[in-house]
Nanobody, 118 residues
């Protein structure tokens, strides 16, 4: 079993930055791909970014150049650095750990709220 715990969400003004973290515990050797998804009010959950254990990354077009995903394999933690945030980035952000590239569909975290507003 794997447990994922997100943190780092909050309220930020447009143009600001946040860094999300997702810490994994348990049988983490089974996780080859870590990803971030988000779900805005009234919308379907959207894949945002993923990273492999080897460091390969992929992003949805709307966040390219603004978001950076990274991982610390020793700490079993994945990060999402979000810069130049926009109101449309407002959502609950979830991390997922699995084996499917580029959109893992394994274990889910509980989510962390990101609100971008003036």
């Amino acid at each position: 079993q794997v447990r994922l715990v997100e943190s780092g969400g909050g309220l930020v003004q447009p143009g600001g930055s946040l860094r999300l973290s997702c810490a994994a515990s348990g049988t983490t050797f089974s996780i080859a791909v870590m990803g971030w998804y988000r779900q805005a009010p009234g919308k379907q959950r959207e894949w945002v970014s993923s990273i492999t254990t080897g460091g390969s990354t992929m992003y949805v077009n709307s966040v390219k150049g603004r978001f950076t995903i990274s991982r610390d394999n020793a700490k079993n933690t994945v990060y999402l650095q979000m810069n130049n945030l926009k109101p449309e980035d407002t959502a609950v952000y979830y991390c997922n750990g699995g084996s499917t590239w580029p959109k893992p569909n394994g274990y889910w975290g509980q989510g962390t709220q990101v609100t971008v507003s003036a």
